[in-house]
């Protein structure tokens, strides 16, 4: 049981990075601008873990797993990585992701909500989320390919003088051959799905022997485990001070679990994915605040703190306690709201203060629009 998880974990994190390193080496050779592969290799491939093991669940009839995987993801990626990160170092927060992505986490968040509301999402509901998915990838490949055009012009007479196109990607030094970047995709893509069908077979036989609702194990240990290639990646951008990337990477990779990850779900489940009565009132919930939380924090000074990488730590910890209370006996997701609402609103209206003094003070980073959209490349 125990032995599937930590197997099946390893081989999805293995099997994401052969999946990520073969497709980018591939993408270059072919003379991919470097930016988009940054935003669509980069992005699908560490997601990934979570679309097989979404896809998974849901094909083996287990929809709980399924739904609070997605759910738990997004709640880990946004307090957990995001405030691990901030504690590390502050993190620079550009433009285009509090104009134009984290407006969408929160419609995403919402809408997703709206779907659950009916206790289930079916293939119906599953289509317009893998539409937006779609839409959301052409849009930022469309961002790269400007981006890339713009280097081109502001760099002209340096490429002229060196003979570099800067449309052009040039293969990084010691990236694998085509045969073997071919290799690296399939044994990549073999890994994950093995990998998937060990973790889903580890999750439900927790569930069984420890009576721990489906729902629960998704939101925690499926959570957590197919979280490992954000959490990689976010902790170090924050070390080598590319905060602005640790905050894209975790953005766009809620953006893909709730347009891709649970949209294929839905498409691929022989029968709609119910969703359960605790999430539906309060899990979806959460994570819709979460990311409407994360909001008023990248906004201002364009950064996250690490004051404020604190709060969504607490945040995280003060679930996690909820989560582990319901496992021993005590149902109190349902009926606990009170109590949890009184450690974190005031927390929140402290933090709500602080935000509104930064702003009557005009502490805002001008420099950070001086990145525009090339700093929003590396995202999932």
Do not use: C
């Not at 125990?2 to 497709?23: D, K, N, P, Q, S």
């Not at 119906?124 to 713009?150: D, M, N, P």
């Amino acid at each position: 049981m125990l032995l599937y998880l930590a197997l099946g974990t390893i081989l999805l994190i293995a099997g994401a990075e052969g999946l990520v390193r073969g497709a980018a080496a591939l993408a270059a050779r072919m003379r991919v601008p470097p930016l988009l592969i940054g935003l669509t290799v980069v992005a699908l491939g560490t997601s990934s873990p979570e679309v097989v093991v979404t896809v998974r669940a849901a094909l083996a009839g287990y929809p709980g797993l399924a739904v609070g995987n997605v759910v738990g993801s997004n709640l880990f990626n946004i307090l957990f990585i995001l405030g691990l990160a901030a504690l590390i170092g502050s993190l620079r927060v550009t433009a285009p992701v509090i104009r134009r992505d984290v407006p969408l986490l929160i419609a995403a968040s919402l809408l997703t909500l709206g779907f659950a509301l009916n206790g289930s999402i079916g293939r119906g509901e599953g289509l317009v989320l893998l539409t937006l998915a779609v839409v959301y990838t052409l849009h930022l490949a469309g961002a790269g390919i400007r981006a890339s055009q713009t280097a081109r012009d502001d760099s002209r007479a340096l490429d002229r003088k060196e003979g570099r196109d800067p449309l052009r990607s040039s293969v990084p030094p010691g990236s694998p051959g085509v045969l073997v970047s071919i290799l690296l995709v399939a044994a990549g893509t073999g890994a994950l799905i093995w990998g998937a069908s060990w973790v889903v077979t580890g999750a439900t036989e927790l569930a069984a022997v420890f009576g721990v609702p489906e729902p629960i194990v998704g939101l925690t240990v499926l959570a957590v485990g197919t979280s490992l290639p954000e959490i990689a990646t976010s902790v170090t951008a924050a070390l080598r001070g590319r905060g602005d990337l640790a905050v894209g990477n975790i953005v766009g990779s809620n953006l893909y679990n709730l347009f891709l990850v649970l949209g294929v779900g839905a498409v691929l489940s022989p029968v709609a994915l119910e969703i359960a009565e605790s999430l539906i009132r309060f899990d979806v919930p959460l994570m819709l605040g979460a990311a409407i939380a994360l909001l008023p924090f990248a906004a201002t000074g364009h950064r996250i703190d690490r004051w404020e990488g604190g709060v969504f730590l607490f945040y995280w910890l003060a679930y996690m306690a909820l989560l582990v209370l319901e496992v021993l006996g005590h149902p109190v997701r349902d009926s606990m709201w009170v109590l949890f609402a009184a450690f974190l609103v005031p927390i929140t209206l402290v933090t709500l203060g602080v935000v509104g003094m930064r702003v009557i003070r005009g502490e805002e980073d001008p420099a950070a629009d001086e990145h525009g959209e090339e700093m929003n490349g590396e995202v999932g």
